[in-house]
């Protein structure tokens, strides 16, 4: 079992979080290109920047980067969720020369050849960012089915992309892990600054303050000139 329901349960926030906490020196935990993640640890008491991140998305982006070899082949068509393949424009320009788009699904597709129903994704998020009470509880086994949906994954796409990385990475293979927790660092750092502030420089903020108007009239001034 993969999923727990935490919504209005304290009590089971509370156990989840003592799991992630028995696990945080030694093993890894994927986010997929965002903060929820790391905000979901905060939501639980937990300090994320604690624990040891591995972002899915950014990690198969840096994959790509000068790799033509992922950069086209198989790909889910992001409009229409149709199997496409494509071929880079050197090999042969009539054909389809479209890049491999940088999502999730077109991760797990063009790695482990896995097709996630991506409608039904963003039918259960659409349900979940509603926050209707009465509309949760009536799906919340779909609900868990969309949380499992892709994390079931990870470790399988994480080993695959290991052997993507050993074969291109040659001699600095050996600091994979370290790069990739460099990368995945952003996730932690990003959700505490979303959840308590963005850190500014007062005095700019201040002296912004107290020269608006100039400054605007200024603007329009220059705006007038041109």
């Known amino acids: 079992k993969y999923s727990e329901w935490l919504h209005n349960d304290k009590k089971m926030i509370q156990w989840v979080a003592k799991k992630f906490e028995m696990y945080r020196d030694t093993d890894f935990v994927f986010v997929c290109y965002g903060t929820a993640e790391p905000r979901s640890f905060i939501s639980m008491g937990l300090n994320p920047i604690d624990f040891q991140w591995i972002d899915m998305l950014c990690e198969y982006k840096q994959l790509k980067n000068h790799n033509a070899r992922l950069t086209y082949g198989n790909y889910l068509d ?10 880079p424009p050197w090999i042969n320009p009539r054909k389809d020369n479209s890049k491999v788009p940088s999502s ?9 050849g896995i097709n996630l129903d991506t409608d039904h994704k963003n039918e259960m998020r659409d349900i979940i960012i509603r926050g209707d009470e009465r509309e949760l509880n009536m799906n919340r086994k779909s609900i868990l089915e ?47 600054m979303e959840s308590v502030g963005i850190p500014l420089e007062m005095d700019c903020v201040e002296n912004l303050s107290k020269n608006y108007d100039v400054i605007v009239d200024k603007l329009i001034q220059r705006c007038v000139d041109t």
């Not at 992001?78 to 071929?87: A, D, F, I, L, Y």
């Open 78 to 87: 992001p409009k229409t969720g149709n199997q496409k393949r494509s071929c």
């Open 146 to 192: 969309y949380c499992e949906s892709d994390v079931v994954y990870m470790p399988d796409l994480w080993k695959q992309m290991i052997v993507e990385y050993e074969r291109v990475m040659g001699s600095e293979f050996v600091n994979l892990e370290k790069y990739a927790l460099t990368r995945g660092d952003w996730s932690a750092d990003i959700s505490k």
């Open 104 to 112: 999730l699904a077109n991760c797990l597709w063009n790695l482990l």
